[in-house]
């Protein structure tokens, strides 16, 4: 097996598999003959050398530009999909492996499925992706390339979610989707970013800024502080920030208008773009438990523009020399917005960004 990156469907791309010892070793996790004691060894080499530890780097141009005094750019380009979905995608297929499924199904606008694709190819899994119909991609080869099937669903996010987990019951295939079951293997994986900040910062910084859509990385990272901190690792919890699209994304609205739970939104009230497609959500999934840690972190949530994600995006790639997909703009905007209607004090903040393809 050759070098290889895999293009996502909202633009996002990742960085090819490295080193000999990591293409002998996808070649035989992935072999059905040998014994899955070897092949969950093997896929946990690949897991722990492709994923994660990802460049965390100063702003300093931003730093400039917003009056911020510390600004690190936790940058999730470097992963082999491209995005921080990776670390939840691997962590799902060595479940199923472990547990003994062939096949794993997700339901996705992009990122996640895309993750799913690989890191099932990779472990010699099936995987069955369930894609909305009107999503806006001409990428769907990305999704095949090593045998996943991909199925168009009528109806919304929400729906192909349904069919999906439909699906696994029927057919005995593996549910990766967000919520039930899974939060905690998601939450856990995400919590690998508290961890890797902590080791660059050696404390916890003073806000954690995320763009949300269910809600799941947030409250992954936060989790990863809280234990951190009671641990005596950490003098502090972060602020944990949330960005997204305006008015369309509950965790946001739910937290503006102080509601006790995060409720969902109207679903024909939704109209993507291209730019704020991997923010929408009119049901977060893992609503609730980012809302939770916006609020116990005294964190804060707002809408961010698409205008405001496509400037952040040029100034980053002019500036910073960061190819960030727009959408994963939203928690850095919400950060540098708060600063300039109320000065945050000198201190170190972090924002979680993600690549995309050049």
């Not at 208008?257 to 024909?268: A, G, I, Q």
Request: hydrophobic letters at 35%.
């Amino acid at each position: 097996m050759g070098e290889q990156t895999f293009n996502l469907l909202d633009g996002a791309v990742g960085q090819p598999l490295q080193g000999s010892h990591i293409r002998e070793a996808t070649t035989s996790a992935a072999n059905p003959q040998a014994p899955i004691e070897e092949r969950l060894e093997l896929y946990e080499d690949i897991f722990e050398s492709e994923v994660g530890d990802t460049a965390m780097t100063r702003g300093r141009h931003l730093e400039r530009d917003t009056g911020l005094r510390q600004l690190f750019l936790k940058f999730e380009g470097a992963n082999p999909s491209g995005t921080q979905k990776d670390r939840i995608a691997f962590a799902q297929v060595m479940d199923a492996m472990r547990r003994g499924f062939d096949t794993v199904t997700v339901a996705t606008c992009g990122n996640y499925g895309a993750a799913v694709a690989e890191a099932a190819r990779l472990a010699g899994l099936k995987a069955v992706i369930l894609i909305p119909a009107e999503y806006h991609t001409s990428r769907l080869r990305d999704l095949e390339v090593g045998g996943a099937s991909v199925r168009r669903v009528a109806g919304d996010y929400e729906r192909a979610v349904d069919l999906s987990k439909e699906l696994a019951s029927q057919q005995e295939f593996y549910d990766a989707n967000p919520g039930g079951s899974n939060t905690a293997i998601q939450l856990n994986a995400y919590g690998q970013i508290a961890y890797e900040i902590y080791d660059d910062l050696r404390d916890a910084p003073a806000v954690v800024a995320v763009p949300v859509s269910n809600g799941t990385t947030l409250a992954g990272i936060h989790k990863g502080f809280v234990s951190l901190h009671r641990r005596g690792k950490t003098s502090r919890i972060p602020r944990m920030v949330a960005g997204s699209t305006y008015g369309k994304n509950p965790i946001v609205r739910s937290y503006r208008k102080n509601l006790l739970h995060c409720e969902p939104l109207s679903p024909e009230k939704i109209r993507e773009t291209a730019v704020n497609e991997p923010l929408i959500n009119w049901n977060s999934l893992d609503g609730d438990l980012a809302l939770d840690a916006i609020r116990s972190s005294g964190g804060w949530a707002s809408y961010v523009s698409d205008k405001a994600m496509l400037q952040t995006t040029r100034k980053l790639a002019e500036q910073e020399s960061l190819n960030v997909l727009p959408a994963a703009t939203a928690g850095l905007i919400s950060l540098m917005e708060q600063h300039t209607e109320e000065a945050l004090p000198g201190d170190r903040y972090v924002a979680i960004l993600t690549g995309r393809k050049k």
